[in-house]
């Protein structure tokens, strides 16, 4: 079955630390893949994504992410995290062959960010 | 800029109570969603709508069903609502070739009593 993992059900950071919150994904084929954001009592915003190309993608607020294909990981990170940062984080893939419909979410990782 | 809104932030219902949840969308998109959030589960898929009148189960369809009469409004149904029903419900729409571009709407936090 095609899948996206987030190990880590929190990650603790100190402001000014760099951040790494992770992301495995199995499914057949080539994926796209897809970081998400959630601050308190709002939807989820795009941050990122990987279709193609170079496995360093850039994204939204300073964030980045690293495609691994051997690793089948696709770690987000960013240098120094801010208490703003503090949110819910979602990584999704499209899987190969995937029809009109879905995109496959991980379960999220509470990133908090202390000052 | 595109708006996904979604007719009310906190709703409280009863068991047993017909429950309508709306999603309107400004960007004349193909493609909407329905998921549900749960803390410790992500968001899953109810349905979704590749264009009006068009409808397909997600992963979890049961207790749920969905309307599409206009392009621009996504109707989630809860015909007889439970208390395992309680969630935070999000809907979300993008064109159907672009992958990278689904928006969502804030949610709406469903109590069912």
């Known amino acids: 079955a095609q899948s996206v993992a987030q190990p880590e059900d929190q990650v603790n950071v100190a402001e000014g630390n760099p951040l790494t919150v992770k992301c495995t994904y199995s499914v ?22 990987y279709i ?11 964030f980045e992410a690293e495609f691994n294909k051997s690793q089948t990981s696709f770690h987000l990170k960013k240098p120094s995290a801010l208490v703003s940062d503090s949110a819910l984080y979602f990584c999704a893939v499209r899987p190969y062959g995937g029809s009109q419909g879905n995109l496959i979410f991980g379960k999220g990782t509470k990133l908090s960010v202390k000052p | 800029d595109v708006k996904v809104t979604q007719s009310s932030r906190y709703l409280v219902k009863r068991t047993g109570e017909k429950v309508f949840l ?4 400004d960007m004349d998109h193909e493609n909407m969603f329905w998921y549900r959030q749960d803390p410790g589960l992500g968001l899953r898929l109810i349905y979704f709508s590749y264009d009006v009148k068009m409808k397909e189960k997600g992963d979890i369809p049961e207790g ?39 928006y969502f709407g804030p949610g709406t936090r469903l109590t069912v009593l």
Do not use: H
């Open chain 2, 22 to 25: 709306e999603c309107v969308q």
């Open chain 1, 28 to 49: 057949s084929g080539n994926p796209y893949l897809f970081w998400y954001v959630q601050y308190p009592n709002r939807g989820l915003q795009f941050l990122l994504k």
């Open chain 1, 52 to 62: 193609t190309g170079d496995n360093l993608v850039k994204g939204s607020y300073g």
């Open chain 2, 64 to 102: 749920y069903s969905v309307s599409r009469e206009k392009k621009e409004r996504f109707s989630l149904i809860l015909e007889s609502a439970s208390t395992n029903q309680t969630s935070m419900y999000l809907c979300a729409s993008r064109p159907p070739d672009r992958w990278d571009t689904q």
